[in-house]
């Protein structure tokens, strides 16, 4: 969702208190092409109803933006750069001591409170998984899919095959699996069919974090 933060910040340096407060908007930016949503680059700008730049031209408001970058390059989870945002500086206000990196500083953190405002999302690379496996071993591979790898099952088959006159009973899966969970997953595929599967792992697409445990790992560092 859309948020608006006024923000102010203030450092002290020497005898002196520079400042500034800025009012910054942030809202998501998605578009859909055949009903699916795309992502787009993050946009950037500076465009104050008022016309205050705080009476420094177009120096205040480069730093301003950069502001706006830096945010959206580390964001507010675990300092994970963010996509499919726009950022709008609407008003800055230098205190009586400012300069230019004071006001890169105050739009950066504005930036950051607006978007933690807006609930930003977690997102993770959640890989497409293709399995082959004699039907026998199928159970086993997709317990171990559901119970312990997040998995969402797209599509499972079994079907008949010959090799020299042998008959052979094999079965397919086609999961997404969070790449999180793939690690080590060849030990453990080996494990499960006795050496009998095969697979293959392409990137699908980002999806959002649901658990809160998953995403308090995150955070911490722990996963």
């Not at 069919?193 to 955070?219: C, H, L, N, W």
């Amino acid at each position: 969702m859309a948020s608006i933060r006024e923000y102010e910040y203030e450092q002290r340096m020497g005898d002196r208190t520079l400042g500034a407060t800025v009012r910054v908007l942030v809202e998501p930016v998605v578009t859909k092409e055949s009903g699916e949503e795309k992502d787009v680059e993050n946009e950037t700008s500076f465009n104050s109803a008022d016309g205050d730049d705080g009476g420094n031209g177009g120096e205040f408001e480069e730093c301003a933006l950069k502001g706006a970058r830096d945010a959206l390059y580390s964001g507010p989870i675990a300092g994970y750069p963010v996509t499919n945002t726009r950022v709008e500086i609407q008003h800055i206000e230098p205190h009586t001591a400012c300069n230019p990196a004071i006001v890169r500083a105050s739009v950066a953190m504005g930036t950051t409170a607006a978007m933690l405002d807006a609930e930003p999302v977690l997102l993770e690379p959640v890989m497409r998984l293709e399995l082959e496996m004699p039907e026998s071993k199928m159970g086993a591979v997709m317990s171990d899919l559901n119970a312990h790898r997040r998995a969402s099952i797209r599509h499972f088959d079994a079907s008949k095959e010959s090799e020299d006159g042998v008959v052979f009973k094999m079965a397919s899966i086609d999961a997404n699996v969070p790449l999180v969970e793939l690690l080590g997953y060849s030990t453990k595929l080996r494990s499960l069919t006795a050496g009998e599967a095969s697979y293959s792992i392409s990137f699908d697409s980002y999806q959002p974090v649901t658990d809160r445990s998953m995403i308090r790992k995150v955070v911490e560092g722990s996963y």
